[in-house]
């Protein structure tokens, strides 16, 4: 499909707003052309689910696997990774690994994101049902960010996953709660879980405060899940001078790693 609708870069989209979010419409030079695309798009929506190839996902990435046997169809616009924050310096390709900084344990880690072909096809068609069911970047209704760690000799040897912090703010409060997802994947038995306490200036929202870290050994793999869900200090429900709604003033996020011990330093 790519090859009809062209790359990503010369795709000729505008920012739209509708409904209070963020909307990409494809720009036509033609209406003649928006027709043949309009009859392309709807003919590749209608195909049945197991027409589509299903498409690889991190949980698929065995480890540890070289960085050239990564899907780089499927893993696109790889970047150096910011623990959880936005794409650093772009890389271009995963083998070029070594432009990014190595944390304390030696690992880099690459930020990268699944393509979305298949929900710019929908978005494309205005089908919002289809939008969902090909929108691969969310866990239970969260975004999320993706990233590898790599080591020196160019293996992955895990991965991370994050809520996204710049989630609407009625999407993100509930961010907290993607951990139990993040848990059942590696089973509900086993896991040591301890609650943190609050830092100075930390307080809860509604009365829930939640800071939880929960740590697992799964088939060889260490995996670690956190979870996030107050105030930060100096944020409320209400401005202190003005006695209004803040916005966006919270801490609410879960982050799953998944990392070989091996890899780690002892």
């Known amino acids: 499909m ?5 790359t990503r870069a010369s795709r000729p989209l505008v920012r739209q707003r509708k409904g209070g ?3 990409r419409a494809p720009r036509f ?11 392309i798009l709807a ?5 049945p689910a197991s027409a589509q190839q299903p498409l690889p996902r991190i949980w698929d990435v065995q480890l540890p696997s070289p960085v050239g046997d990564l899907p780089e169809e499927e893993f696109v616009d790889p970047a150096c990774g910011t623990n959880g924050g936005p794409p650093g310096l772009p890389i271009g390709t995963f083998d070029r690994f070594e432009r990014c900084r190595a944390e304390a344990s030696g690992l ?39 990233s590898l760690l790599i080591d ?26 993607v951990a139990i997802a993040f848990r059942a994947r590696f089973g509900t038995e086993g896991w040591t879980c301890n609650d943190l306490p609050p830092a100075e200036g930390e307080t809860p929202i509604l009365g829930i405060f939640v800071k939880e870290r929960c740590e697992k050994r799964a088939d060889g793999q ?19 001078n003005t006695g209004l709604a803040t916005v966006n003033q919270f801490e609410s996020s879960a982050r799953l790693q998944v990392v070989r011990p091996e890899a780690l330093p002892r």
């Open 222 to 240: 260490a995996v670690t899940v956190e979870s996030r869900h107050y105030y930060k200090p100096g944020q409320a429900l209400l401005d202190p």
């Open 108 to 146: 880099r880690e690459i930020w990268f994101r699944y393509d979305d072909e298949w929900e710019f096809i929908a978005r494309a068609a205005r089908d919002p049902d289809a939008v969902a069911r090909n929108n691969a970047m969310v866990v239970l209704g969260q975004p999320v960010t993706l």
């Open 152 to 177: 020196r000799a160019g293996l992955v040897q895990g991965y991370r996953i994050f809520t996204d912090p710049r989630a609407e703010e009625e999407v993100r409060s509930g961010a907290y709660g």
């Open 21 to 23: 979010r963020d909307a």
């Open 2 to 6: 790519r090859r009809l609708l062209g």
């Open 29 to 39: 030079a033609h209406l003649a052309v928006a027709t043949a695309l309009a009859v």
């Open 43 to 47: 003919g590749a929506l209608m195909k």
